[in-house]
């Protein structure tokens, strides 16, 4: 058998790229937060278009500023999506309100914008969506929401980045979009995340909100903190991983986004497949290749045998006891999570892995 092909794999540079700029970084003297991370940040915003961006140590702390910028806390509700990585939705729970789960899109298994309208209340803070394997949201609609009832969209987007809406990256659109760099996302600095911000004085308080609530730009001893922050700001050792790894960002989301577009063509047509349809104005970055399966058990049984790892990933939250006060009815996620799985799309697929993988699928199981 060939080697095994797995789901999500780690990315770094060679060796002789990354190891001298870490070596210069780790005995410079400076190894906290200042010029690499600053570099860093910039050179993010110039990737994505948006200037504001908060540069943090983990997506997690990006989307714990995201509602502490919006005053979420006890009282108030956040309608978000059971379909996801555990931290979107403990980091609600974090801050006292309560999580809310819409139901999902049966096609896509992203969080449904009907859904959503159904549950927004008078104590309705937040809505929290999650481009979930590099699919966009339906924003078309979820920004019809947001104007209609005034209710501002954190953009979960760990899974998305170099996805676009309108022919722009993601990060342009909402008022507030998070991103992971943590280790198996398209970039890794090891741990690491950012958040990308519409309003200025969002992005001020943002700053401050990631280091204590000090202003950076004030000497220390003429601080004054008017509020408490957080201890999320990115050293220079990760933002240097970061600024070697986006030498590599593009070339290797292209692959992401080839090996995908190729599953999209290969695997139409396919008695026990369901192909996920694409929102209108969005294109994905295919971090994971996501598909429906009939008999999805012995899917994964055959392919596991084969040397192909494939899953549905995530569990979905509501399953977990810290969310049971929301078990209304989902009946979309309840026949979406029965079926779905994610097969390798990487970096580290080949033209050769990849037809294997179609051949696979096309043999039954």
Avoid at 20 to 49: C, H, R, T, V
Avoid at 69 to 78: P, Q, R, S, T, Y
Avoid at 192 to 202: H, I, P, Q, T, V
Avoid at 247 to 255: A, D, F, G, Y
Wanted: aromatic letters at 10%; charged letters at 25%.
């Amino acid at each position: 058998m060939s080697d095994i092909i797995p789901l999500v794999k780690p990315f770094l540079p060679r060796r002789e790229v990354l190891m001298p700029q870490l070596e210069k970084i780790l005995y410079s003297g400076y190894i906290a937060e200042g010029e690499a991370a600053a570099d860093f940040e910039q050179k993010l915003s110039d990737l994505i278009g948006n200037s504001l961006c908060v540069l943090v140590n983990s997506g997690t702390a990006a989307l714990h500023i995201a509602l502490t910028l919006i005053d979420v806390g006890e009282g108030d509700e956040v309608i978000s999506t059971a379909l996801t990585a555990e931290p979107t939705n403990t980091t609600i729970a974090l801050t006292g309100a309560e999580v809310v789960f819409a139901d999902v899109d049966l096609a896509t298994g992203l969080i449904s914008a009907d859904s959503i309208e159904s549950l927004i209340t008078n104590k309705t803070k937040a809505i929290m969506i999650v481009h979930y394997a590099g699919m966009v949201c339906d924003m078309n609609k979820i920004n019809l929401l947001s104007q209609k009832y005034n209710i501002p969209v954190i953009e979960d987007a760990a899974h998305a980045l170099m996805s676009k809406y309108k022919g722009e990256y993601i990060g342009n659109n909402s008022r507030y979009t998070c991103f992971s760099f943590q280790a198996i996302k398209h970039m890794t600095t090891v741990d690491g995340g950012a958040l990308f911000l519409k309003n200025e004085d969002d992005y001020n308080r943002a700053k401050k909100l990631r280091w204590f609530g000090l202003d950076k730009k004030v000497p220390r001893l003429n601080n004054n903190i008017t509020e408490a922050g957080y201890k999320y700001n990115m050293n220079n050792v990760n933002a240097t991983v970061g600024l070697v790894q986006l030498m590599h960002l593009k070339e290797n989301v292209i692959r992401y986004i080839e090996n995908g577009k190729y599953y999209d063509k290969e695997l139409k047509n396919i008695p026990g497949i369901t192909l996920i349809p694409y929102y209108e104005d969005t294109e994905p970055s295919y971090w994971l290749y996501t598909l429906k399966v009939d008999r999805r058990e012995e899917f994964i049984n055959m392919m596991d045998k084969n040397g192909v790892v494939a899953s549905p990933l995530h569990l979905r939250n509501d399953r977990h006891n810290l969310f049971a006060k929301n078990l209304s009815p989902k009946p979309n996620l309840e026949k979406f999570y029965s079926e779905y799985v994610h097969i390798p799309c990487g970096w580290w697929v080949n033209d050769k892995e990849r037809h294997r993988i179609v051949s696979l699928i096309k043999q039954r199981w």
